[in-house]
């Protein structure tokens, strides 16, 4: 390894912890977001050093994109002198937390190391059965298939889980003239890069979820600049696109169930089209769930 890679490679895992502390245990809790925010983006970078450009992507939309947005808008109901009042004690039991976790994801990942692992081989060999040409997409919708459904359900309970709670419609404020227009212009753009990942998932980095981000962050771009009207889960094609994911995904598990070899194992003949059905279901109701989580009205939702 160049001296210029491991120098980049440790100041990345220098700003990883200094970052996380700083969230962790900084005085103030808007400062303690943006440390969140830009330590989502330093994740991001890593995961891309590392080469997995598929979390690196999830990371930057989701991760520092969404919640950032979240915890942002979470802020807005918090005093603006509220401080995080934290103990000594509640510090240092943080850091040996952090040091026994450490600990366990050395214990785990340092056997990869030494000598050749069979999946990637095993993965590689059944490739060209599984009708996409890219091996993390194989084993996400093929191998792993009911762990992606089951990120779905997790996503849509979290959804159903936000609407228990008592949330008031607030009154947004006017939108920044420069916000409209640049939403004019971003909007069509992340449709564009969207359709481009899911399309690009089959064979390269890409994929549902990091499309129904970028779809969702064009949405709430829309609704924030007030070109979108209001959004909640009383609306019918919001409740269709919310469930739509889970539902395809679960007719597909049945179908093959009742009419192939077994739950979610798909005929050869017809598993490209089924994994696409998949994809664009499952990128809409990202879209939607991830919209409606940000920026989705909550008045008619019971405490």
């Known amino acids: 390894m160049a001296a210029t890679e491991l120098l980049f490679d440790f100041t990345l895992i220098v700003l990883l912890i200094g970052l996380a502390l700083g969230a962790m245990h900084s ?14 983006l330093m994740l ?9 450009m598929d979390l690196a992507l999830a990371e930057a939309a989701i991760g520092a994109g969404l919640i950032g947005v979240m915890l942002l808008a979470a802020l807005a109901h918090t005093h603006p002198d509220q401080r995080s009042k934290q103990s000594p004690l509640a510090i240092a039991t943080s850091v040996l937390l952090g040091v026994l976790v450490l600990l366990l994801l050395l214990q785990g990942v340092l056997p990869l190391t030494s000598g050749t692992q069979p999946l990637p081989d095993m993965v590689a060999a059944e490739l ?34 936000l609407r228990q709670l008592h949330v008031v419609r607030q009154v947004r404020p ?13 909007a069509p753009i992340a449709v564009l890069l969207a359709g481009y990942l899911l399309w690009r998932g089959s064979h390269a980095p890409g994929g549902a979820f990091q499309a129904g981000a970028l779809l969702a962050a064009g949405a709430v771009v829309l609704r924030l600049a007030g070109l979108l009207p209001p959004l909640s889960w009383r609306l019918l094609s919001m409740r269709v696109l919310v469930l739509m994911g889970v539902g395809v ?5 049945a179908a093959t169930a009742w009419l192939g070899e077994g739950w979610l194992v798909y005929p050869s003949a017809s598993n490209s089209t089924l994994i696409i059905l998949i994809e664009v279901a499952a990128t809409l109701s990202i879209a939607a769930s991830l919209t409606l989580l940000v920026v989705g009205e909550g008045d008619e939702v019971q405490p």
Do not use: K, M, Q
Request: proline share 3%; net charge positive.
């Open 27 to 40: 005085a103030r809790l808007y400062t303690g977001v943006v440390l969140f925010i830009v330590f989502g």
């Open 128 to 161: 060209d059965n599984t009708g996409v040409s890219h091996p993390v997409t194989a084993v996400l919708l093929n191998y792993r298939a009911w762990d992606t459904l089951l990120e779905l359900v997790v996503l849509l309970l979290a959804l159903l889980g």
């Open 249 to 253: 995904f679960i007719s597909v598990a």
């Open 174 to 186: 006017a939108a920044w003239p420069l916000l409209s227009a640049w939403s004019r212009v971003l």
């Open 44 to 52: 991001a970078l890593t995961w891309a050093r590392l080469g997995a």
